[in-house]
Structure formats: structure tokens, C-alpha cells
T-cell receptor
């Protein structure tokens, strides 16, 4: 089954404790992206990757890091999480950046930072 | 001004009603217009997309774009309780990143 998977689905952590949210897709997609979804603010792009080893900032990159060493994986790293990073996070992918209108989203990771 | 504006609702309708969901956008460079559906505790799922102005129909769903007024609409005919979800409009240009810009979403409830 073609899908985007994220782990963990739920995470409660404390301020300053480094964490990684994994994202993997099995569709051989070139383009991958991370979003956060907050009430009243909608979905906002954090980082994106147009292909392996090519990443760039989205609208709200502060406090996050990403890497793209393999085509299928695009982990999101929070080096020192803070309470304002409490949010619902989605990973998404599409075949190419030029057809990002056909993005497939993962199931989401609900992160709480206390 | 946010680039894509969407009435946050919520919206509640009886089963069988025709539903009209609307967005406006401000960026003239936008060429693709999408509607995503998001069920509770799930990721957004692409319903349909339209390129430039015009209509697109898929079963009970019709997407409409009027670029002259920068207006995006989704119509749902014969609405069903299973249509109860949050609907997100989104737009993008044809640039290298092709970043999606989303509206805030509207929650629709279809009452049996």
C-alpha cells in the first residue's frame, strides 16, 4: 500500500530534550515536506526537500532541523524543544516538486512539550 | 493579509443538503487550487485540484475557480454524514518549490 508513515504518533516530552520524528514514504517520491498544524493558524510548512541531500526552509523553520540522506526518509529533528513547538505535525510527499499539488500526507504526530 | 483566506465555520447541514465551501486568495501567481479533506485524527487527503480557472467535477464534488475574482469554491451535492470532516483549500504557483499555501480549514458536520 502506497503511504507516508510517521513515528511516533503521539509524544509528550520536556523542554530541552532532543527528539526526532521520523517520516518514511514508499512511493519513490522526490519531494518531501514537513508541516505543523495549529488551531487558528492552519497548516504551515516547516522544511521541504526537493531530493536527496537538497533541503530548504519553509515558512516556520526556527527550532527545527531536517536531513534527507535517503530518498524515502525525511526526519524532523527538534534539538531543544520548547512549549511553543507543541503542535500537530504532518509529513507529506509528492512525485516531484513541480506537482506538489498532489501531496500525500502522513497520519500526523501530536507533540506536547511541557 | 493571509494569502489564502477561508471562513473557519463551523458549518452544520442536514443530510442531503448542497454544501458550498469558499476561499479567497490574494497571490496572482497561484495556478493550482486544491481541496483537501481531513478527518479527525487523520492527515489531509487530496480531494481534487484545478488548474487555473474553471470547474472540475468528481462524483458529488465540484471544484470551481474564478481567477478574475480570486475565488475558490467546493460544492458537495447530496451531502452525507460521512462527509463530516474539516475541508482545507490550498493554492500553489508553478515555481520550483511549489509550496502549498493553505486556508485555515472549515469543519463541516452533516446531520443524519
Amino acid at each position: 500500500e502506497a503511504q507516508v508513515t510517521q513515528n511516533p504518533r503521539y509524544l509528550i516530552t520536556v523542554t530541552g530534550k532532543k527528539l526526532t520524528v521520523t517520516c518514511s514514504q514508499n512511493m519513490n517520491h522526490e519531494y518531501m515536506s514537513w508541516y505543523r498544524q495549529d488551531p487558528g493558524l492552519g497548516l504551515r510548512q516547516i522544511y521541504y526537500s526537493m531530493n536527496v541531500e537538497v533541503t530548504d526552509k519553509g515558512d516556520v523553520p526556527e527550532g527545527y532541523k531536517v536531513s534527507r540522506k535517503e530518498k524515502r526518509n525525511f526526519p524532523l529533528i527538534l534539538e531543544s524543544p520548547s512549549p511553543n513547538q507543541t503542535s500537530l505535525y504532518f509529513c507529506a510527499s509528492s512525485r516531484r516538486a513541480q506537482i506538489s499539488y498532489e501531496q500525500y500526507f502522513g497520519p500526523g504526530t501530536r507533540l506536547t512539550v511541557t | 493579509q493571509k494569502e489564502v483566506e477561508q471562513d473557519p465555520g463551523p458549518l452544520s447541514v442536514p443530510e442531503g443538503a448542497i454544501v458550498s465551501l469558499n476561499c479567497t486568495y490574494s497571490n496572482s501567481a497561484f495556478q493550482y487550487f486544491m481541496w483537501y479533506r481531513q478527518y479527525s485524527r487523520k492527515g489531509p487527503e487530496l480531494l481534487m485540484y484545478t488548474y487555473s480557472s474553471g470547474n472540475k467535477e468528481d462524483g458529488r464534488f465540484t471544484a470551481q475557480v474564478d481567477k478574475s475574482s480570486k475565488y475558490i469554491s467546493l460544492f458537495i451535492r447530496d451531502s452525507q454524514p460521512s462527509d463530516s470532516a474539516t475541508y482545507l483549500c490550498a493554492s500553489t504557483d508553478t515555481g520550483a518549490n511549489s509550496k502549498l499555501t493553505f486556508g485555515k480549514g472549515i469543519t463541516l458536520s452533516v446531520r443524519p
